[in-house]
């Protein structure tokens, strides 16, 4: 069990930074997207000592971290209020007006929307392991990928100039 225990450390030291990273682009939240990976790898962690140990830990944890973000957008409490105002994020992009609009907009997005879209096109994840990762079908995950960039681009607002149609 020692080893079980030892095993799981180095795993979680070398996949934590990526499930960071995609709890951060799900909520937005630096502090929520810690949360969630503390509460995603304590789940995975359950598993890891158990004879249940899943073959492929990276993408149990994957999906482990999408389902309890959903489940805390379904839970979140009244006494949350969403901001108008994103705080200044340090960045290394060359375009941080247009990340930062993209985040805002996604904030906006239902959370099923915006898994979808932070697993396609974010972390650049195939249909189908979307739809593995969600519990969803292809069909499933391809219909929610249209519906929501429709819906993205239209919190974006006609002045968007990657919509097609824009005149600059």
Do not use: N
Not at 43 to 51: A, C, D, E, P
Not at 86 to 105: F, Y
């Amino acid at each position: 069990m020692a080893g079980d225990e030892e095993g799981f450390t180095d795993f979680a030291a070398a996949c934590g930074g990526r499930l960071f990273r995609t709890a951060w682009l799900l909520t937005g939240d630096w502090h929520l997207a810690e949360d969630l990976v503390q509460e995603t790898l304590g789940k995975v962690y359950r598993v890891w000592t158990t004879r249940r140990r899943p073959d492929d830990p990276i993408a149990y944890a994957r999906t482990a971290l999408v389902r309890t973000f959903i489940t805390h957008r379904r839970r979140r409490g009244s006494g949350e209020r969403p901001t108008d105002v994103v705080p200044e994020l340090p960045g290394r992009e060359p375009d941080v007006a247009l990340r930062v609009t993209l985040l805002d907009a996604l904030a906006r997005l239902d959370a099923k929307d915006r898994a979808v879209l932070v697993l396609r096109y974010w972390e650049d994840r195939s249909v189908e392991q979307t739809a593995a990762e969600l519990g969803l079908s292809a069909g499933a995950v391809r219909s929610r990928c249209f519906r929501a960039l429709d819906r993205l681009r239209d919190v974006l607002g006609a002045d968007d100039p990657t919509r097609s149609g824009a005149t600059p």
